[in-house]
């Protein structure tokens, strides 16, 4: 930045991006912690509703015909078109944030395990059928083994979706949040503590991807290189 002459409020030397995060952590890590609570938050309950969604699909074709197209529904619609909805049904608290999040994590969840359940091995099913397996033996015993790596996969692509649901929750409405931060910040033109947030925000992101990733690898133990 230095050698191009750029403007500091324009693009600020990594250097002082750095000071800032030093300098203000006091101001930073509070509203760091907030978002990341809505990150985890988010992710854990869009996990939970998208493994319950591709359950009920995979175990009833009626179902899944009735929520096959609410699941493109809610990946059609803007997301900035929800948040002020959500905020204005859930209000400012962490109720619209968690909804916002697991709104996005919800769909990478369900398709990909729901796909996993899909594409169980027919001849473990034949089998199970013929040593009398009912069919919630069928789905619980040999179908959501068999889909767990997909379901991995999934966990993976939603944990790296989950900061933007977290985040754009925040800017359409909160009192407290790195997207706030980062909000007021770039309309007092201060762009070093907008890198600032969005750094915390990239470092959270990773963590989050990389244990999910772990977690993932020792859920499906048996099947590591599909992760």
Do not use: C
């Not at 002082?16 to 990150?39: C, H, K, N, Q």
């Not at 379901?151 to 900061?163: C, E, I, Q």
Request: aromatic share 8%; proline share 6%; glycine share 10%.
């Amino acid at each position: 930045m230095r050698i191009y002459a750029v403007p500091p409020f324009l693009l600020p030397a990594p250097s002082r991006i750095v000071g800032t995060l030093v300098s203000r952590f006091s101001l930073i890590w509070p509203d760091a912690l907030v978002t990341f609570g809505e990150m985890a938050g988010g992710l854990i309950f869009g996990v939970a509703a998208g493994i319950a969604a591709a359950l009920l699909m995979a175990a009833t074709p009626l179902i899944e015909r009735a929520l096959g197209p609410l699941l493109v529904i809610t990946q059609a619609l803007p997301v900035f078109a929800i948040a002020p909805l959500l905020v204005i049904w859930l209000g400012f608290g962490l109720a619209s944030k968690l909804a916002m999040a697991g709104l996005i994590i919800f769909f990478p969840v369900s398709t990909t395990f729901l796909e996993g359940l899909r594409r169980t091995d027919e001849n473990l099913i034949d089998l199970a059928r013929l040593n009398h397996a009912s069919r919630r033996d069928i789905l619980l015993l040999i179908r959501v083994p068999a889909a767990l790596p997909a379901l991995g996969s999934g966990l993976r692509v939603a944990a790296a979706s989950a900061p933007i649901g977290a985040i754009i929750g925040e800017w359409v409405g909160s009192s407290s949040g790195l997207g706030l931060m980062m909000l007021h910040a770039n309309a007092r033109m201060q762009t070093d503590m907008v890198f600032a947030g969005l750094t915390v925000l990239v470092v959270f992101s990773i963590a989050l991807w990389g244990l999910v990733g772990i977690l993932s690898r020792r859920l499906v133990f048996w099947a590591p290189d599909t992760l």
